[in-house]
């Protein structure tokens, strides 16, 4: 099924329960909170305030005129958070492994988060999608294009390379989320 829906990154109030949920993991200073802040059109590149822990996050996506809420679970990269993270898990319908393709080592993890995911929780690969951030900064880039999309592709996983800072590919990661989530939300309700 593909999606057909509009994006709506703004929230709109009301109490309506939560129809999915998300986690986004990877290690710490990827991106994370920036790519969710940058999409609910939030400039948050300047201030970087590590997460604590986990950070939850809604956000309303059109989903063939449904105004739909999903719940974003925005955890700290963090090694400290690894313990908390497994509870975290519990109820995703999909999951979004940053890295960043600056830092060579936080590419070289996303194995590691991979296996986490894994071990707590029983999503298939095409419920996760692998992002590799921080596109804009070019002449830094530790990790080829080729290798990440070779690598996801064996994984079994989309792959989009974004940038918060240029606003590359933002609203697209979003739409291939979407795209993930689309048969179950419209299938069935989600109790976290
Ligand atoms: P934890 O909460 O510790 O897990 O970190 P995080 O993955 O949520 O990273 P965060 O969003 O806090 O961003 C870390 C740093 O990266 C900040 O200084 C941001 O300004 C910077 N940053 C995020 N995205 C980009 C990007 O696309 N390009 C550039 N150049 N910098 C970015």
Redesign the pocket.
């Known amino acids: 099924m593909s999606f057909k829906g509009t994006l709506r990154p703004k929230s709109h109030c009301d109490n309506e329960t939560p129809r999915a949920k998300l986690v986004m993991i ?10 969710l ?1 940058r999409f609910m059109d939030k400039n ?3 201030n ?4 604590i822990g986990v950070d939850i996050r809604t956000i309303y996506l059109d989903i063939d005129g449904k105004n739909t809420k999903i719940q974003v679970w ?5 090694q400290r958070y690894r313990p908390v993270l497994a509870s975290c898990y519990r109820g995703a319908l999909g999951v979004v492994v ?1 890295f960043d393709l600056t830092n060579r080592t936080s590419f070289s993890n996303v194995k590691q988060w991979l296996h986490e995911v894994e071990e707590f929780s029983a999503l298939d690969a095409d419920k996760k999608i692998l992002v590799g ?5 070019q002449a830094d880039r530790k990790v080829d294009q080729g290798e990440a999309q070779q690598f996801a592709q064996e994984a079994g996983l989309q792959y989009i390379e ?4 240029d606003q590359t590919n933002i609203q697209e990661a979003f739409t291939r989320l979407v795209e993930v989530l689309t048969v179950v939300v419209l299938c069935c309700d989600v109790s976290m």
């Open positions: 990877g290690d710490s200073g990827v991106g994370k909170s920036c790519l802040e948050s590149t300047n970087w305030i590590s997460t925005d955890t700290g990269g963090q940053v951030n921080k596109a804009d900064l974004t940038s918060v800072l």
